[in-house]
Each structure stands twice: as structure tokens, then as C-alpha cells.
């Protein structure tokens, strides 16, 4: 079986549950509604909630909010502010929620397509995306919302991503990257020299829930990493 052909069936899986599925995480009481990541079928979202630097007074802008983990943990942890987004409607509405009944009121949720919607205006601390690292052909064409989450064809988007996303940085702000050993190193890598960045590994560890090693890079602009 091929990587594509188990993403699909994970995707597919996660949405035979019965909805909305509840779960309970890090103090979190959350729904999960269908159309959305199931947390039972992609769980490095638990690794990057632990392992996440500290938030305490930073503003946050999380792309792909998904159900709402880790984006309403760090905010409930004491960040300044988060923006969630999320090109999936029916996960901006999950995330809203779930900030509504765990009462989070340090939270917005838009959607948008990466920075699309995001006031080019407001600067973030921390612009965190727990990226979709499997790699596939840049003319491989999603056939859902939930593939679209899921899949980057050619690393189209990590490459916006990493091209636009300086331009929403404070002053000594960073991008934090979710890029799991299943995701190509060097295309990432090119990316980063491409858009004239430097990376530092943050951590890296592995789950039991998960296959493959989750590791959390920090990415910024080259004059501002030293």
C-alpha cells in the first residue's frame, strides 16, 4: 500500500465513528464533528500540544485549527491571544465550539486559506501549522476538504506558507513548523534556502500513538537568527 493509498484510508476511517465524537484532552472538553480530522486517526496533534515551546504572553496564529488541539491547549495556557484558521469550513465552526464550551475567550476563529483572510495588519509571536508532510505530485488533485487538510501536492502550499509567512511576524517573532519524519526533508530544506530562511529542530520525539517521529522546527528570517 502505497502512502497515498493509507492517507486515504485513514481519512476515510476517521469519519466512520459515530458523530459528534466527544473526547476529553489536556483539561479540554471537546466535540469532534464529521468532516473534521478525526483526533483517533491523526493523533500527532497530543506530541506538538506537550512539546510546544512556552506561550505565555505570546499571540498566535494557527493555521489548520482542525477540531481545535493544540491551538484552544496554548490559549487556555496562558497565551496572549489565538487566531485559528482553517481552509475547512466545517472545522472553523468545530474550533468556535469548542472554544464556546471550554468558555476560551482569548480565541478567533476565520476562515481562510493559509494568511488569505488573515489582517495583513496583525503580527503574531508564533505562526504555528502542524503541516500535512506527506509528499505527492504537484498535479494530484484533492477530491475533499478533508484531502485538502491532509495532502499538499508538490508542497505548494508549504512553500506560500514559508514565502508569506515572515510578513506576519513581530520583530523577533518565529514560524513553527509540525513537519513529521513522514514529509521530505529536502524539498522543506530548499523551501527554506528558497525563501532566504533558517530552521533550528526544537524537538523531536515519537508517540505511541503515532508511527512516524514528530518534530517541531523553528523557522525565521536568516538576520534575525542569531
Not at 15 to 34: M, R
Not at 100 to 122: C, G, K, L, T, Y
Not at 172 to 198: H, K
Request: charged letters at 20%; a negative charge.
Amino acid at each position: 500500500m502505497t502512502t497515498l493509498d493509507e492517507i486515504r484510508t485513514r481519512l476515510k476511517n476517521s469519519q466512520q465513528c459515530t458523530f459528534p465524537l466527544y473526547i476529553q484532552e489536556f483539561g479540554l472538553e471537546l466535540a469532534v464533528h464529521k468532516g473534521v480530522f478525526s483526533p483517533q486517526e491523526f493523533q500527532n496533534w497530543r506530541w506538538l500540544s506537550e512539546n510546544f515551546p512556552p506561550v505565555a504572553g505570546k499571540s498566535i496564529l494557527e493555521i489548520g485549527c482542525g477540531f481545535g488541539l493544540p491551538g484552544l491547549y496554548l490559549a487556555k495556557l496562558g497565551a496572549l491571544s489565538l487566531l485559528a484558521c482553517d481552509i475547512n469550513p466545517d472545522a472553523v465552526t468545530n474550533t468556535l465550539e469548542n472554544a464556546a464550551r471550554n468558555r476560551i475567550q482569548n480565541v478567533e476563529v476565520i476562515h481562510s486559506d493559509i494568511f488569505s483572510n488573515v489582517p495583513p495588519q496583525q503580527k503574531f509571536d508564533f505562526i504555528f501549522w502542524n503541516y500535512p508532510s506527506i509528499f505527492v505530485a504537484e498535479d494530484y488533485e484533492c477530491r475533499d476538504n478533508l484531502e485538502r487538510g491532509a495532502i499538499d501536492p508538490g508542497y505548494r502550499l508549504l512553500n506560500r506558507f514559508l514565502s508569506e509567512g515572515p510578513e506576519f511576524l513581530t520583530e523577533s517573532g518565529s514560524i513553527l513548523l509540525g513537519f513529521s519524519s513522514s514529509g521530505r526533508d529536502d524539498l522543506l530544506s530548499q523551501i527554506i534556502v528558497a525563501n532566504d530562511l533558517s530552521s533550528i529542530l526544537l524537538a523531536s520525539g515519537t508517540d505511541p500513538h503515532v508511527t512516524q517521529t514528530c518534530r517541531i522546527y523553528s523557522i525565521r528570517r536568516k538576520d534575525l537568527s542569531a
